[in-house]
Structure formats: C-alpha cells, structure tokens
C-alpha cells in the first residue's frame, strides 16, 4: 500500500433521479502525519425529491439542501481544498470518482489508494475474516466509531482505517527486521572484544 503522509480522504453522498446523480453532500479531511488538519464538508442544493431511501440512509432532507449552495459552487470549493494532493477513498473508484467525473472533475490520477481494496486484501490478516467489507464494520472492528452515510464522518473514517492499516504494515516491518535478527544467534551479542 503506498505510505502516504499528506492527502485527502473524501466521500459523497448523492440521489439519483430519472438516471441523473444529483450530489447532495460533499466532503473530504485532510490528513497530515497522522493528523487531521483541515475538512471540508458542504450539503448540495437539489430541486429533485429526494428517495425516501436516501433520506432514511442520510438523514439529508429537502430541508437541508433548500438553501445549500449550488453544486458548482460546492464543487469549485472541494476542488480547492483537494488542490494537487493525493486521494484515499473507500470503494470510491466505483462510485465516488465516476459521479465527480460526471460533474467535471476528474481525480484519476490523484486517487493512489481505495482502501476497500486494502480491506479485501488484509480481510484474513489484519481484519481477522471480518464478516463484511462495509467502511463502518472495518472502521469498528479496528476502533473507530462514526455516522455511517455522512460523507464527512465516512471521510473521516476511510483516513482512519489509512491510518491504522499503515501502523499495522509499519509494525509488520519492525516485527520482521527483529526477527532476521533473532534469527542470527549472535545479532544481540557485543562481540567487539573477541576482536581486539
């Protein structure tokens, strides 16, 4: 997985009607050293009834998004708080990056880790066979707790579960240097006097 130590972890929530995706939440953190430094987060106004799917999965409603900004305006914004930086998202190359593509933006080469992928390769390691790859059960299972379907609090768990998969591969690396180690039976051993 590539280390990354400055990007963005973003997430979007949206309505689809008649076969259009109208966005209606759009929000990314930006993660420094392991730290949160910045959000962004926006509601999007939409003039189309919202499922009341969305609703119930949200908790977005019409209300919300009567005075939200226009999607041009949001998107303008997400796209300079993103600047050039790196990408994490979580299943966001099926989703998330085909819907701001159908808006314009178009974030490809920026996007260097979908950590569902992460999920489903570490799903017998580092998750122990975890029963199900949804970002909320991962980010639970590795302790972090979040309102599933806010896209800023998804955000905020997709950098989450980055930042844990990370610690995880960095102690795999220091477990394994000690090991080659342990493994020479002189490694420990001062033996500068026998040189002398």
Do not use: C, W
């Not at 955000?155 to 080659?180: N, Q, W």
């Amino acid at each position: 997985m590539e280390k990354l130590r400055d990007y963005i972890s973003f997430d979007l929530e949206f309505n689809k009607h008649q076969d259009k995706t109208h966005l209606i939440q759009v929000s990314a953190v930006r993660f420094k050293d392991g730290e949160e430094v910045g959000a962004f987060d926006s509601y999007v106004y939409t003039d189309v009834p919202l499922k009341s799917f969305i609703n119930g999965l949200t908790g977005i409603t019409s209300e919300t998004l009567k005075d939200a900004p226009m999607v041009e305006e949001v998107l303008k914004n997400f796209q300079d708080f993103v600047g050039e930086l790196p990408l994490v998202g979580y299943n966001a190359a099926k989703s998330d990056l085909p819907i701001l593509l159908e808006h314009g933006l178009d974030y490809s080469s920026q996007y260097l880790v979908d950590l569902y992928d992460e999920a489903f390769e570490r799903r017998s390691s580092d998750l122990h066979g975890i029963a199900n790859l949804k970002l909320q059960t991962v980010a639970e299972f590795l302790g972090f707790k979040g309102q599933s379907h806010n896209s800023l609090e998804d955000a905020r768990m997709t950098a989450r579960v980055y930042e844990a998969f990370l610690e995880s591969d960095e102690s795999r690396i220091l477990l394994d240097s000690k090991s080659s180690l342990n493994s020479n039976p002189f490694g420990g051993l001062d033996l500068s006097q026998l040189f002398d």
